[in-house]
């Protein structure tokens, strides 16, 4: 199941995430830092969702209260919401 997250307080501009039995099977973000983005989203597959909410939630970027990674985890957390019911 595919889901897709409209990160706010960022440069990407959304964020398409596939999950199968709270495995990430895919991550694709657009817009923001591509190189960054691409090796994290690389990282991520094969990866439990859960574990890689701990890793990214909280990260921020400069002096932002968020980043890409920090929304990312929200796009999972969404996901596996979506995935339970």
């Known amino acids: ?3 897709i997250y ?3 307080g ?10 199968e039995d709270g ?3 895919k991550v ?6 591509d190189g960054n983005l691409k090796g994290i ?3 991520l597959v094969g990866m439990r969702a859960e ?3 701990a890793r990214l939630e909280g990260i921020r970027c400069g002096f932002k ?3 890409c990674p920090d929304q990312l985890s929200i796009a999972l957390r969404e996901c596996l919401q979506k995935e339970a019911n």
């Open 1 to 3: 199941m595919e889901h």
């Open 6 to 8: 409209r990160p706010r």
């Open 10 to 19: 960022v440069c990407s501009r959304e964020m398409r995430v596939e999950l």
């Open 23 to 25: 495995i990430i099977r």
């Open 28 to 33: 694709k973000v657009i817009g923001g830092c």
């Open 41 to 43: 989203s690389s990282l």
């Open 51 to 53: 574990d890689a909410i």
């Open 65 to 67: 209260n968020t980043s």
